[in-house]
């Protein structure tokens, strides 16, 4: 018997299973070097959690940034993908992760990221299976705070949305799950109304308290 009455279990990645963020946080500033621009202190606030489109016109408005969103993404990409094997799964994660597995509980990826991103931290973490469904920025109209990720990787999986619980680490990404009506746990310290603490779900996998 299933250790919980939820049917998949739906990822975030960046910052969420993967402790990437501070990655990613580089991959921007690298990028922002090849061109001559300084990106302010406190710039990751602005950039976490939210979509390529928005990271991009973020730039534009506030660092000077001239690219188009295409080229600005070519960079950065280059930068992360050759560091990307530093990336490492978040204990915590991971442990949930791997209970569910074991326990026959579906789990997919749900990323605002581009997929070359999500396939490298894939790589990464070692958590790559025959047909993991995964739904990333390339897949969807509108990404996290839209619920479409979510709803459309319930799709996928033939489940339900309200049968799913969402694993996030951001106020944009738990939106995205609370309103396409699925069970939101929050990886990390963030506060998020309506959302739970990663370690309810662990408790409901077996899991030992941290």
């Known amino acids: 018997m299933r250790p919980t009455s939820f049917d998949a279990i739906l990822w975030d990645v960046d910052g969420t299973l993967a402790d990437s963020e501070p990655l990613q946080a580089r991959s921007f500033v690298l990028a922002a070097e090849t061109l001559g621009l300084s990106l302010p202190e406190g710039f990751h606030d602005h950039i976490v959690g939210r979509s390529e489109e928005e990271n991009h016109a973020w730039l534009v408005a506030h660092c000077g940034l001239t ?63 025959p047909q993991m469904v995964t739904v990333t920025r390339n897949d969807v109209v509108q990404g996290k705070p839209s619920p479409e990720p979510y709803l459309r990787v319930a799709r996928l999986l033939g489940v339900a949305p309200e049968r799913c619980a969402v694993m996030e680490d951001s106020p944009t990404g738990a939106r995205a799950g609370l309103d396409a009506g699925a069970t939101v746990f929050v990886i990390g310290p963030a506060d998020i109304p309506g959302a739970q603490p990663a370690s309810a779900l662990a408790a409901l996998l077996g899991q030992p308290a941290a």
């Open 67 to 129: 690219l188009s969103l295409p080229d600005w993404c070519d960079i950065r990409y280059r930068q992360f993908l050759a560091h990307h094997t530093e990336v490492q799964a978040i204990p915590e994660a991971l442990a949930i992760w791997t209970a569910a597995r074991d326990a026959g509980i579906a789990q997919a990826l749900v990323s605002n990221s581009d997929r070359m991103l999500v396939e490298g931290n894939i790589a990464a973490l070692g958590i790559a299976r």
